[in-house]
């Protein structure tokens, strides 16, 4: 069974910066395309990143010049760099990827003080 861990959220001020990391175990993840989501109370999740298995990016537009989405093969991981963070990031972000809909994880909290 597959598992999603999330981690590096925290609560920091507005310009900051946070490293979300994802790790997936119980399949390998270097031929999926995998993704970072965001969700905000009573909203749907929303994909705000993917990344192919060639390493090609996309974003959404706001984050885009601010977040990078990366991975990791041999460590069944990706992670989210977040730069100039603002208040309007704020959410729970959550990886998975959307060629598979794998049962999602905990989430990792990010919360922006202005």
């Known amino acids: 069974q597959v598992h999603l861990v999330e981690s590096g959220g925290g609560v920091v001020q507005s310009g900051g910066s946070l490293k979300l990391s994802c790790t997936v175990s119980?399949?390998?993840?270097?031929?999926?395309?995998m993704a970072w989501y965001r969700q905000t109370p009573g909203q749907f999740r929303e994909m705000v990143a993917t990344?192919?298995?060639?390493?090609?990016?996309d974003y959404i537009d706001f984050i885009k010049g601010r977040f990078t989405i990366s991975r990791d093969n041999d460590k069944r991981s990706i992670y989210l760099q977040m730069n100039n963070l603002r208040p309007g990031d704020m959410g729970t972000y959550f990886c998975?990827?959307?060629?598979?809909?794998?049962?999602w994880g905990q989430g990792t909290q990010v919360t922006v003080s202005s």
């Open positions: 998975n990827s959307p060629d598979r809909s794998w049962p």
């Open positions: 119980g399949t390998w993840i270097n031929i999926y395309r």
């Open positions: 990344i192919d298995p060639t390493g090609s990016t």
